[in-house]
């Protein structure tokens, strides 16, 4: 018996004009969390669809528990044991968890009777064997979507998957839910199934993955035991440059200040919150989950409400109470969770990328100008280098970093003074990410301010000029770039006073 659960083997695919894999390996042992990583169009995606009988091979083998088999279609890839779970939730939205279990195949009671006492007590038994606090006779588009994506993993396991396969499954999620999603597939592992792990979080990957294979350019790069190598290596490999150049630019930050928080208090979420921002800045904004640093940016861009302290905006006092206001002082905010709160999903690249600017180029908000709003999508997409089909494809289908594209574009298009990026690289790719880090230079170049949000301590310090850090709603102080380490911001975000006593901080 072989210990590998599949192996790909010479996997060749192309498409008219493009040569999508040439030669491609991937080999899964069973019991192994085996992470998959590249960049956009490294082949991930292609590779992945092909195991599941999305896509056909052009050449190579595959060999699935033993066997040599040809993956013809998904519900062949799904009768062998093959199930994914990708970060957009592929069930029937409109159906009931248990319905879900059994979509196609209801048990009956009769020849006429559905025996719905089955179907919900078969899944509700295995949400249950899983520590799974979920009830069957929901529907799913009423649930969260954390455990939307733990009733798609209890489902492949009800349908006995020996190999599972994650796609960017924490994008959506917080922290605690992905840690409820890393002790499931903790578990999965000890039962001997084989998981295949895509993630552009590396932290992940270092985490709880076995073995890492990457991916460039559709070639196989290299496969390695995640013990023996680390992250500047493996960004290296995906793109060729070391963690520490992407982080290179010139700053810019000027003495003149645009933007002055004072003492914003919002009870129970943080207090006494104070800060300056100076035009071509980047302030960097760090805390762990629950600080409150994402209530701060959405208080001062009049998303929620605050009930003390003050903002002024050039030296001007600003009532800032809707975010339009917020839009027509001059901010944008690239937000925290893109998909539902930046996006219109279901409509075009061309369509999200003006939605702010449909007021300025239509008459009396009715007519409006095609010209202009097909001339501002191409501007943007070939300045932010988008990959899409097209100005009209739909945002839904572009990969994670360019809907991110697409967000930023839309808060460009209105040429903000101060832009608030929150969380702006999670879940995409590393050449994405650089292309935002170049992003930020050309505009604090061009004397726009930055506030950036992250939670990857190594990138915050990276970007910023000076870092704000919050502890449980608290501003702990404001460090200079030149005394950042990853030591001292940490001990300012866990609550812990410097044994100095001297906290960076600017006067109130």
């Given at each position: 018996m072989?210990?590998y659960?599949?192996e790909?083997k010479?996997i060749?695919?192309?498409f008219?004009g493009?040569r999508?894999l040439?030669?491609v390996?991937?080999?899964?042992?069973?019991?192994?969390?085996?992470?998959?990583?590249?960049e956009?169009g490294a082949?991930?995606?292609?590779?992945?669809?092909?195991l599941t009988?999305?896509y056909?091979k052009?050449a190579g083998?595959?060999?699935?528990?033993?066997k040599e088999v040809?993956v013809?279609?998904?519900?062949?890839s799904?009768?062998i044991?093959?199930?994914?779970v990708y970060?957009?939730i592929?069930l029937?939205?409109?159906?009931?968890?248990g319905e879900?279990?059994?979509l196609g195949?209801?048990p009956?009671?009769?020849?006429?009777?559905?025996?719905w006492?089955?179907?919900?007590?078969t899944?509700?038994d295995?949400?249950?064997?899983?520590?799974?606090?979920?009830?069957?006779?929901?529907?799913?588009?009423?649930?969260p979507v954390?455990k939307?994506?733990m009733?798609?993993i209890a489902?492949?396991i009800y349908?006995k998957?020996?190999?599972?396969i994650f796609d960017?499954?924490?994008?959506?999620?917080?922290?605690?839910?992905s840690e409820e999603?890393?002790k499931i597939?903790?578990?999965?592992?000890s039962e001997?199934i084989?998981?295949?792990y895509i993630s552009?979080?590396l932290?992940?990957?270092f985490?709880f993955c076995?073995?890492?294979t990457?991916?460039k350019d559709?070639r196989?790069?290299?496969?390695?035991p995640?013990?023996d190598?680390n992250?500047?290596?493996l960004i290296?490999?995906?793109?060729?440059?070391?963690?520490?150049e992407?982080y290179y630019?010139?700053?810019h930050?000027?003495s003149?200040?645009v933007l002055?928080?004072?003492?914003l208090?919002?009870?129970k979420v943080f207090?006494?919150?104070h800060?300056?921002?100076?035009k071509?800045e980047?302030l960097?904004?760090?805390?762990?989950v629950?600080?409150?640093?994402?209530d701060?940016m959405?208080s001062?861009?009049?998303?929620?409400?605050y009930?003390e302290?003050?903002?002024?905006?050039?030296?001007?006092?600003a009532?800032?109470?809707k975010?339009?206001?917020?839009i027509e002082l001059g901010?944008?905010l690239?937000?925290?969770?893109?998909?539902?709160?930046?996006l219109?999903?279901?409509?075009s690249?061309?369509t999200?990328i003006?939605?702010l600017q449909y007021k300025?180029?239509?008459?009396?908000?009715?007519?409006?100008s095609?010209?202009q709003?097909?001339n501002i999508?191409?501007?943007f997409?070939?300045e932010?280098?988008?990959?899409?089909p097209?100005?009209d494809a739909i945002?839904r289908?572009l990969?994670?970093g360019?809907?991110q594209k697409?967000v930023?574009s839309?808060?460009l298009?209105?040429?903000?003074?101060i832009?608030i990026?929150?969380e702006?690289t999670?879940?995409?790719?590393?050449?994405?990410?650089?292309?935002?880090?170049?992003?930020?230079?050309?505009l604090t170049?061009e004397?726009?301010?930055v506030?950036?949000?992250?939670?990857?301590?190594?990138?915050v310090?990276g970007?910023?000029d000076r870092?704000?850090?919050?502890?449980?709603?608290?501003?702990m102080?404001?460090v200079?770039?030149r005394g950042?380490?990853?030591?001292r911001i940490?001990?300012?975000a866990?609550g812990i006073e410097?044994n100095?006593g001297k906290?960076?901080?600017?006067?109130?």
């Open positions: 072989s210990d659960i599949v790909m010479n060749s695919k192309s008219p493009v999508a040439s030669n390996d991937l080999s899964v042992k069973k019991g192994e969390v085996h992470a998959l990583v590249g956009n082949g991930k995606s292609t590779l992945i669809k092909i009988g999305a056909q052009d083998t595959i060999i699935f528990d033993g040809e013809k279609n998904p519900h062949f799904k009768s044991g093959i199930h994914a970060q957009d592929t029937a939205m409109h159906l009931s968890v879900n279990f059994f195949e209801l009956m009671s009769s020849p006429f009777t559905v025996d006492k089955n179907v919900y007590s899944a509700g295995v949400l249950a064997s899983l520590d799974l606090n979920i009830d069957p006779h929901m529907l799913i588009k009423n649930l954390a939307q994506e009733v798609a489902k492949a349908e998957s020996k190999l599972m960017e499954p924490t994008a959506l999620l917080t922290n605690e839910e999603l890393f597939i903790a578990r999965l592992k001997g084989g998981i295949i552009h979080r932290e992940e990957v985490r076995d073995t890492v990457i991916l559709g196989y790069i290299a496969t390695m995640t013990k190598t992250e500047d290596e290296s490999l995906m793109v060729g440059r070391k963690i520490e992407m630019f010139e700053h930050k000027e003149e200040v002055s928080v004072r003492d208090t919002k009870k207090q006494g919150i800060f300056d921002l100076h071509g980047i960097g904004m760090f805390g762990l629950g600080s409150g640093r994402t701060i959405l001062i861009f009049g998303a929620t409400k009930d302290g003050s903002i002024a905006f050039f030296g001007k006092p009532k800032v109470h975010p339009r206001q917020a901010f944008g690239v937000p925290e969770n893109r998909r539902t709160q930046g219109a999903l279901p409509l690249v061309k999200n003006n939605l300025k180029i239509s008459r009396f908000g009715i007519a409006i095609r010209s709003e097909l999508a191409k501007s997409i070939q932010l280098s988008i990959k899409t097209s100005e945002v289908n990969s994670g360019n809907q697409v930023i839309k808060c298009a209105n040429r903000p003074k832009m990026f929150d702006p999670v879940g995409i790719d590393v050449g994405s990410k650089e292309e935002i880090y170049k992003l930020l230079e050309k170049r004397g726009t301010s506030i950036f949000i992250s939670s990857y301590l190594p990138e310090i970007v910023s870092i704000v850090v919050i502890s449980e709603g608290r501003q102080g404001i200079d770039r950042a380490t990853e030591e940490m001990r300012l866990s410097e100095s906290i960076e901080s600017e006067a109130v």
